[in-house]
């Protein structure tokens, strides 16, 4: 892999991009500007001033560059100035300074002896410099660069404030950057440039760290391929959003960002070298304690003295090595200083300052925020390597984080447990429990927090341990998770399991329990044998009722809604669920609300009730999440909350909600919800980052066991894909065998799409085996009529009312860009009656444009050239090219018809020549132009897109 240590495009700067540009267009207008750009050190600013020289092209502006020196106050004077004037003198010669050179020789002593006029004669050269900048500035706009602007000394300040405030040049740009973490209370740029906010015409703004989404679009350009999301969340977490930071990992070569670069390191080390000792000494011992530390448990860890360790502590801050924190004391300004510093440590030391640490928070919790002292307590002993200790208050975190839903946080916690567990000889005692139930435990929350491949480990190792004719319950519960976990992965179906446990569960005894697990095998055996998966639902609806348990009757009725659901008409099955959704609600069953809520927003996007579906799933979202299953149910959620806003054309919000769900990272085939709907948009957006998400989602064809819905919505995928892509051969070859897949009947909702895709790639033989399946496909909802709609249609391309037909049937349906498809492709059927013709174009265009679908609007483009139109108006009459004949030749001239009726019936060029009475060399130029004013590769298209367009006809 190609790792790039800068990128070459600038991520997360447009407005600031646009402040530069708007200050620019100023200067144009004969108005004085400024901007002074602040930020961190390595945020980019620099980056963003060359990203902004670089944009200006060929512009005719004079852009100049200076530099401050880190030198301190007393520092050369003018340094960034000299630089300026040096590099206009280099590119331009000596006459810039019109005569003047001697008086310029006190910025630039190359020129020559400069003359003495004494401190008194200073004014004189501000003067100078300004009335040059004046000069340069009549001939084009000035742009002059100041780089590093808190290491200028005084006269530099002076200079710019007499250039902004006194001279005020007109068409002259200043632009200035300055670090923010190195001005520290005294510093003398701070007063400056709170006088510099008072001057009319200057900006100021701060360059904010990179977002999350900007992390992930930063290393996708530095390492050439999108990020798995783990990366991206460590990366995030460690670089903090600081550029220079993100290229250094990515630069680094380790794909896991693990490690601190070691130039990175001393880097970072350097200024913490610079501290006296005893604040390097209280910089270790904070870095044991994390990113962010409260005084009062620094002070019990440190042993100092209040006088001491505040002093210390002052040192540190004076050097912007940490900053005050209102709510928790201090904190690092940068996370990776503090893995510096604490990756520096001695191993005694480090181990000596975690035990410290963990019994400061032992004999006082309250030091820390409560929800936070059990796991940080597991934290340090674990850091000072006393096992036993660790062990219990890992466990004891564990417990924490469950009351709180952390799942992750408490599967991470179990899995200590169990390391340490062998290390332990008396870990059952002190834990009062056994390997098996914590294996089962840890199993049950890897499954939770999303880390489906952990749970398969840990439920092998827990059924290796069991017998499960002692304990049938048990072990029905670990082999319904097993196969719930294989199926997820793809590897298998699960049969197996689910029926080994569904035997299980009738040795076992009925109660609560008995009943979710019968439950799951309903589910479970859903995808394997629906009649079966029918009768055993309403086994466990008869049992819940048996029961009076009110949570478990919803969790019965929403259980019945899913193994019903492609087997049972929705609108029959949507009355139960909206029950069992509304008792979920009324009692706060939460986890049974937000699973019921992923099936009501399916069945009313089923249902073509977009904006219900919508509101459904957003009103999941938030309930997943508090319940901790945000990477499962959750991502259904957010799939289910894009698809209807898709369908709506509201691609944008779409996007962004697909990019939640990946955040999400989840695991196994759950991935498949957002990046089949992902890949979708960024097809019909053209995108570049579409054929890596298309071969991610279509790669999971290769797994053993899909579902029927995911195996077709894929398969539908990897037509559309390389219909994109211009491989109507490959997408024919995958049509072929798609539209034989089983799937594709079993699930009409997910059938007739696909059917439509391989329409509109079908040669003869594939349109006929197309028909045999529609035949015997349903149309039952308005998505799917309208999907038949337009598989007739294709099958008569040029039939117009079979497209107008279509429209209308996709207008009833409200799918916004396969209405503009159908529009596109019916102005095509159409194309003698110029009216309809132009009418559907720009109604297409209209709806293509809103939703940033260029290569539709691309195709509307080349047809409306075809056919001499130009779309783009919703209504009058036919817009012809200027320059063309309106209702006549259209696109081609008269000669020009002629000749393509000859190439139409298979004329060669000396066969057209002969005809027309031209030598064969003018013919050859004739069929050359007509292929380039059609957009064709070759006669053949040529020709067939003349019968189509009715370009033949007399």
Known sequence: MAVGAHSTVLVGREADLATLHEALKRVRGDEPSAVLVGGEAGVGKTRLIEEFCRSLGDEPVRILVGHCLELGEEGLPFAPFAAALRELVRREGRAVFDGREAEFARLLPELGPAQEHGESRRGHLFELVGSLFGRLAEERPVLLMIEDLHWADRSTRDLIAFLLRSVRVRRLLLVATYRTDELHRGHPLRPFLAELDRVRGVQRFELDRLDRDGTAELLGHLLGTEPDPPTVDTVCERAQGIPFFIEQFAASGDPGCGDIPETLRDLLLSRVDQLPEPSQRVLRVAAVGGTRFGHELLARVAGMDETALESALRAAIAARLIVLDP??????????????????????????????????????????????????????????????????????????????????????????????????????????????????????????????????????????????????????????????????????????????????????????????????????????????????????????????????????????????????????????????????????????????????????????????????????????????????????????????????????????????????????????????????????????????????????????????????????????????????????????????????????RYGWPLLVAAAGVADDDLHEAIREVADALPARYPAERACAAEVTARRSAGDGDLWRAAARAWRADGQLHQLAGALLAGAEAVAADRQAASEALAEAVEIAAGLGAGPLVAAADTLGRRLGLRPGVRSGPAVVVPGQRAGGSEVLTAREREVLRLVAEGQSNSGIARELFISPKTASVHVSRIIAKLEVSNRVEAAAVARRLGLLDS
């Open 327 to 748: 709510d928790e004391g201090y904190e690092f300004r940068h996370a990776l200083v503090r893995e510096a510093v604490h990756d520096d440590l001695l191993p005694g030391e480090h181990a000596r300052l975690h035990a410290r640490y963990a019994e400061a928070l032992e004999a006082e919790p309250q030091l820390i925020s409560m929800e936070r002292a059990p796991a940080e307590i597991a934290h340090h002993w674990h850091a000072a390597h006393d096992h036993p200790r660790a062990l219990v208050a890992a466990r004891r975190a564990a417990e924490s984080a469950s009351s709180r839903f952390a799942h992750a946080e408490q599967a991470r916690l179990l899995d200590r447990v169990l390391e340490l567990w062998e290390q332990v000889p008396d870990a059952a005692t002190l834990l009062g429990t056994t390997q098996l139930d914590l294996l089962e435990e840890a199993a049950l929350v890897a499954i939770q927090s999303g880390d489906h491949m952990r749970a398969l480990s840990l439920t092998r190792a827990a059924l290796g341990d069991l017998d499960a004719e002692a304990e049938p319950l048990r072990a029905a519960r670990l082999l319904i998770r097993r196969a719930k976990l294989l199926r997820n992965a793809g590897k298998t179906d699960g049969e197996r399991e689910t029926r080994e446990a569904y035997r299980l569960l009738r040795l076992a005894p009925r109660g609560l329990p008995w009943l979710k697990l019968l439950g799951d095998v309903a589910y479970q055996i859903a995808g394997i044998d629906g009649a079966e998966a029918a009768r055993i639902g309403q086994e466990v609806r008869s049992a819940a009722a048996e029961f009076g348990d009110e949570a478990s009757q919803v969790a019965a009725e929403i259980t019945l809604g899913q193994v019903c659901g492609g087997r049972i008409l929705v609108e029959e099955a949507m009355p139960d669920m909206l029950r069992a959704v509304d008792r979920a609600r009324s009692s706060g069953d939460v986890p049974n609300l937000s699973q019921g809520l992923v099936n009501i927003s399916d069945a009313l996007f089923e249902l073509g009730r977009y904006e219900e579906s919508a509101a459904a799933a957003a009103e999941g979202i938030p309930h997943a999440d508090r319940v901790g299953v945000s990477r499962t149910t959750g991502v259904y959620l957010m799939a289910n909350y894009a698809e209807a806003l898709m369908a709506l054309g509201r691609w944008d919000e779409a996007d962004a909600r697909l990019a939640e769900a990946a955040r999400q990272d989840p695991p196994g085939v759950l991935a498949v919800a957002w990046l089949r709907l992902r890949a979708r948009i960024r097809l019909a957006r053209g995108h570049d980052g579409a054929v890596a998400l298309v071969t991610r989602a279509t790669g999971f064809l290769a797994r053993p066991f899909l579902t029927a819905e995911h195996r077709v919505s894929l398969l539908e995928l990897r037509i559309v894909a390389a219909h994109a892509a211009g491989d109507m051969a490959g997408a024919r070859a995958v049509a072929r065998g798609a539209v034989r897949d089983p799937g594709v009947v079993e699930r009409p």
